[in-house]
């Protein structure tokens, strides 16, 4: 197969290139930086030097090269974004999730691509009620923090215009990566946190992540260009864990100090409410869809493992 990788050079895109050339497929990847095109290529794709936001080049793009997929993993996440204003530091990604995505979709519809898959993510959309793991069904968050209404905006953005695409549209709900090139890798942002002793438990450390280690994520993304039905599927790993869990795991796990336990009062002005959420209140993600269309065996089932085994 013919694969048209937009955001090529990307945390996922990096590990989800290669797997595809060992596949098989003839790939192109798009990138803005003539230095990350020599990596595309020493991959064994083709590197395809753009700016996702110019409508004419990714025309031009696809024209050219005919694809039979296109795979949408188009992010801008500085390395130092904090998380405190999720909107300002996302503000690039968003409008890659908005308009990007309706330029390539667009791209799809002109040169008659039979088959788009997007990037989605799963770590923080859900209502905050019912039981603490959710489902493709369920509900997304209504009522955002203010500072994260656009990127939740966007998310919805992209799972709803590849739904209503006139092509088999798959959207990949990621969990929160972790592995090599991610800021839950060796010299990741979040890895400094935990070492510097800067990672606390907030409150009562309650809220659900659903993590994917980063070769997992390549792997079944692959299945999934590859094949399988339209439609929406959450790309995690199956061991959902509230944060009183993971975060002592993760200092054990590389050596650094025991977190701090904090009250959320005193660190909402530091942190602000979307990490206060993160921390507190936000569900998990079952993956049973996706393991039930695919045959998707997950290096590692559990991030338990992948953090003592998987952080690069």
């Not at 095109?37 to 936001?53: K, S």
């Not at 188009?74 to 309706?102: V, Y």
């Given at each position: 197969?013919?694969?048209?990788?937009?955001?090529?050079?990307?945390?996922?895109?990096?590990?989800?290139?290669?797997?595809?050339?060992?596949?098989?497929?003839?790939?192109?990847?798009?990138?803005?930086?003539?230095?990350?095109?020599?990596?595309?290529?020493g991959a064994g794709a083709?590197?395809?030097?753009?700016?996702?936001?110019?409508?004419?080049?990714?025309?031009?793009?696809?024209?050219?090269?005919?694809?039979?997929?296109?795979?949408?993993?188009?992010?801008?996440?500085?390395?130092?974004?904090?998380?405190?204003?999720?909107?300002?530091?996302?503000?690039?990604?968003?409008?890659?999730?908005?308009?990007?995505?309706?330029?390539?979709?667009?791209?799809?519809?002109?040169?008659?691509?039979?088959?788009?898959?997007?990037?989605?993510?799963?770590?923080?959309?859900?209502?905050?009620?019912?039981?603490?793991?959710?489902?493709?069904?369920?509900?997304?968050?209504?009522?955002?923090?203010?500072?994260?209404?656009?990127?939740?905006?966007?998310?919805?953005?992209?799972?709803?215009?590849?739904?209503?695409?006139?092509?088999?549209?798959?959207?990949?709900?990621?969990?929160?990566?972790?592995?090599?090139?991610?800021?839950?890798?060796?010299?990741?942002?979040?890895?400094?946190?935990?070492?510097?002793?800067?990672?606390?438990?907030?409150?009562?450390?309650g809220g659900i992540w659903?993590?994917?280690?980063?070769?997992?994520?390549?792997?079944?993304?692959?299945?999934?260009?590859?094949?399988?039905?339209?439609?929406?599927?959450?790309?995690?790993?199956?061991?959902?864990?509230?944060?009183?869990?993971?975060?002592?795991?993760?200092?054990?796990?590389?050596?650094?100090?025991?977190?701090?336990?904090?009250?959320?009062?005193?660190?909402?002005?530091?942190?602000?409410?979307?990490?206060?959420?993160?921390?507190?209140?936000?569900?998990?993600?079952?993956?049973?869809?996706?393991?039930?269309?695919?045959?998707?065996?997950?290096?590692?089932?559990?991030?338990?493992?992948?953090?003592?085994?998987?952080?690069?």
């Amino acid at each position: 197969m013919r694969v048209f990788v937009a955001g090529a050079t990307g945390a996922i895109g990096q590990r989800l290139v290669p797997a595809l050339v060992a596949r098989g497929h003839t790939v192109a990847g798009t990138t803005r930086s003539a230095a990350k095109a020599g990596r595309l290529e020493g991959a064994g794709a083709r590197a395809v030097g753009l700016d996702a936001l110019d409508a004419a080049a990714v025309h031009a793009a696809v024209e050219e090269f005919k694809p039979d997929v296109i795979v949408h993993q188009l992010t801008a996440i500085a390395p130092d974004a904090t998380l405190r204003r999720i909107d300002r530091d996302f503000a690039e990604t968003n409008r890659l999730r908005t308009r990007g995505t309706d330029i390539l979709l667009a791209a799809a519809r002109a040169f008659g691509v039979p088959r788009f898959v997007a990037q989605s993510f799963a770590g923080w959309p859900f209502a905050a009620t019912g039981g603490p793991v959710k489902t493709e069904a369920d509900p997304l968050e209504p009522n955002p923090p203010a500072s994260a209404r656009e990127t939740l905006s966007a998310i919805r953005h992209v799972e709803d215009a590849v739904a209503m695409a006139p092509m088999d549209g798959l959207v990949l709900r990621y969990g929160a990566f972790y592995g090599p090139g991610t800021s839950l890798g060796r010299g990741g942002a979040i890895l400094e946190l935990a070492q510097r002793r800067q990672m606390p438990v907030v409150g009562g450390g309650g809220g659900i992540w659903s993590f994917i280690h980063i070769d997992d994520a390549a792997a079944l993304t692959v299945l999934a260009v590859e094949g399988g039905a339209p439609g929406l599927y959450q790309v995690v790993d199956d061991d959902p864990a509230p944060v009183r869990e993971w975060v002592p795991y993760l200092a054990k796990a590389v050596g650094a100090p025991e977190p701090r336990h904090l009250p959320a009062w005193l660190v909402r002005p530091m942190l602000g409410e979307y990490l206060i959420r993160s921390m507190t209140r936000i569900r998990g993600a079952s993956n049973a869809k996706a393991k039930a269309e695919w045959d998707w065996q997950l290096r590692y089932p559990s991030w338990r493992e992948g953090f003592r085994h998987g952080l690069g």
